[in-house]
């Protein structure tokens, strides 16, 4: 079962512009939503994270927006650099009780200079 | 070392010989996960050691797959048997475990070709 979808799959936007991408989940018990970036052969690294007890978090040019009651949540790359060319994960996970991040599908972006 | 490491980085097999892939994850994380890429692919979960408790095996996608987890540290995935469906990218990662310790932190993976 996919519990967590992402959209879209690839994107690309031109440098200094804003790159928007979204995830939408299903378990209500999820408390905790990671987004993690992963450059061509290395492992996916946490950029930002976010708990449903706030609506947004900002950190630099990267901003989570959170819908609680709509099951969504999306992340915005303000300002958009070549060097944010990477691919893109959305995660979830109930941490309450201990389980473990479930990743969307990913988003490849592409920032063109 | 810093890191989680993984090794080997690539691995390249003929259909129906047996790998093992090993992580060595970053010292003092409890939790150890391996999750497999496919091309273009998401992350698919395989399987999540977390101390002393019994693994979640639930992602494991067949019984040609197992993993263990010696001393609490250093993890080998084997795959028995190997397919063309198995090529993939395995990726290692762990974390602390205790709960808002949500961060993991990857290695780099072994990609895997099966011919």
């Excluded at chain 1, 999306?74 to 958009?80: G, P, R, V």
């Excluded at chain 2, 496919?38 to 992350?43: D, H, K, N």
């Excluded at chain 2, 974390?95 to 780099?108: N, Y």
Aim: charged letters at 20%; glycine letters at 10%; proline letters at 5%.
């Amino acid at each position: 079962q996919q519990q967590v979808k992402q959209s879209p799959q690839s994107l690309i936007v031109q440098k200094g512009g804003i790159s928007i991408i979204n995830c939408a989940y299903e378990n209500t018990a999820f408390d905790y939503f990671p987004w993690y970036q992963q450059f061509p052969g290395k492992g996916p690294a946490l950029l930002i994270a976010i708990r449903p007890d706030v609506s947004e978090k900002k950190e630099g040019r990267f901003t989570i927006s959170f819908n609680k009651s709509a099951k969504q949540f999306s992340l915005h790359i303000m300002d958009s650099q070549p060097g944010d060319s990477a691919t893109y994960f959305c995660a979830a996970s109930d941490e309450t009780s201990g389980s473990r991040l479930t990743f969307g599908e990913g988003t490849q972006l592409t920032v063109n200079p | 070392g810093a890191g989680v490491s993984q090794s080997p980085s690539n691995k390249v097999t003929e259909k129906g010989k047996d790998v093992e892939l090993r992580c060595d994850p970053i010292s003092g994380h409890t939790a150890l996960y391996w999750y497999r890429q496919s091309l273009g692919q998401g992350l698919e979960f395989l399987i999540y050691f977390q101390g002393n408790s019994a693994p979640d095996k639930s992602g494991l996608p067949s019984d040609r797959f197992s993993a263990e987890r010696t001393g609490g540290s250093v993890s080998t995935l084997t795959i028995q048997r190997t397919q063309q469906e198995d090529s993939a990218v395995y990726l290692c990662a762990s974390s602390l475990d205790f709960p808002g310790a949500g961060e993991l932190f990857f290695g780099e993976g072994s990609r895997l070709t099966v011919l």
